[in-house]
């Protein structure tokens, strides 16, 4: 079996975010994604070995999903019953 290579720019960890909501939210939530993708970015960018990588791309997945759950816990997204909803959380937000 053949495995293919896909790579992530390092421009990802450079942009800027804002936060512009006027509701109280437990901001802790919302700060370790970011606290856990910096991370990822030291292990991606350092790259010692396979490892670093690999952690690094775990770490990128963990914060992705936290701040997913941190979108759902505000909007509260899957209540939204409409036919032809997707299942998948992503293409729901898309």
């Known amino acids: 079996l053949g495995t293919t290579n ?38 991606i960018e350092e790259n010692e070995s396979e490892v670093h990588l690999s952690d690094g791309i775990s ?11 941190f979108i759902e816990e505000i909007y509260n997204l899957k209540i939204i019953n409409l036919q032809g909803t997707p299942a998948v959380y992503l293409e729901l937000l898309e």
């Open 6 to 43: 896909k790579w992530i720019s390092n421009e990802i960890f450079h942009l800027e975010y804002k936060s512009q909501m006027s509701i109280v939210l437990n901001l802790e939530k919302s700060k370790r994604a970011y606290e856990m993708w910096e991370h990822s970015r030291l292990l």
């Open 59 to 69: 770490n990128l997945k963990r914060s992705l999903y936290q701040r997913l759950n």
